[in-house]
């Protein structure tokens, strides 16, 4: 049972252009959100997260967006760079759950 | 401050045996996860302690198993080791409280053969 997808396993976008990576999420007892990038041979690095009494949150070039109705968030990157190529995780956490449930990863190539 | 360190980085094994990882948290974090990433799968919480005591258990079989000891300091124990259980382990560590970042070591490869 996937409770955390991540439906695009892999997307390319040209450098400069907007990148939009996409989760969806099926339990209504998550909360918190966030996203992890993941360069082959590296542990993940956290990038951004979002509280679900917000709908929005923005870190430089990334924004991510939240929307508890349709239970699905998605992470914006504007402008992308060639180092933004990487895997992108979005994860899920209940309130007072230490547990993070993660999705499967999308792969993103930015193009030069 | 050092990053979280996971010991060894590569390893190979047979089936049926049992292997032991090592994570080293971030100084002054008291919470460690560990999980674990295969192909197609994302990365699949095995379980998590805080100060010795394991407070969240993910869906994996009684052969996988942990500890934590005083300095934070932890351990993960495959035994019986089967095919399936090649993978990415990677184990996080963080200050505390469940809404703060985690922040992932590099994760040891196991190859079983």
């Known amino acids: 049972d996937q409770q955390v997808k991540q439906n695009s396993p892999s997307l390319s976008v040209q450098e400069g252009r907007i990148s939009i990576l996409n989760c969806d999420y099926t339990?209504?007892?998550?909360?918190?959100f966030l996203w992890y990038k993941k360069y082959p041979a590296e542990g993940p690095t956290f990038l951004i997260s979002i509280s679900s009494i917000k709908d929005k949150n923005e870190d430089g070039r990334f924004t991510v967006f939240l929307n508890k109705s349709a239970k699905h968030l998605s992470l914006h990157i504007v402008p992308s760079q060639p180092g933004d190529s990487a895997v992108y995780f979005c994860?899920?956490?209940?309130?007072?759950?230490?547990?993070?449930?993660f999705g499967t990863g999308t792969r993103l190539t930015i193009i030069p | 401050k050092a990053g979280v360190t996971q010991t060894p980085r590569y390893l190979i094994k047979t089936r049926g045996q049992q292997v032991t990882l090592s994570c080293s948290p971030i100084?002054?974090?008291?919470?460690v996860s560990w999980y674990q990433q295969t192909p197609g799968q994302g990365l699949q919480f095995l379980f998590e302690?805080?100060?010795?005591?394991?407070?969240n258990k993910g869906n994996f079989p009684g052969r996988f198993s942990g500890r934590q000891f005083s300095n934070s300091r932890s351990e993960m124990n495959v035994s019986t080791l089967e095919l399936g259980d090649s993978a990415l382990y990677l184990c996080?560590?963080?200050?505390?409280?469940?809404?703060?970042?985690?922040?992932f070591g590099p994760g040891t490869r196991l190859l079983v053969l």
């Open positions: 994860a899920a956490a209940a309130f007072g759950n230490e547990k993070l449930t």
């Open positions: 100084s002054g974090h008291r919470s």
């Open positions: 302690y805080f100060s010795e005591t394991q407070r």
């Open positions: 996080a560590s963080r200050a505390g409280g469940p809404q703060e970042t985690q922040y």
């Open positions: 339990n209504s007892m998550f909360d918190y």
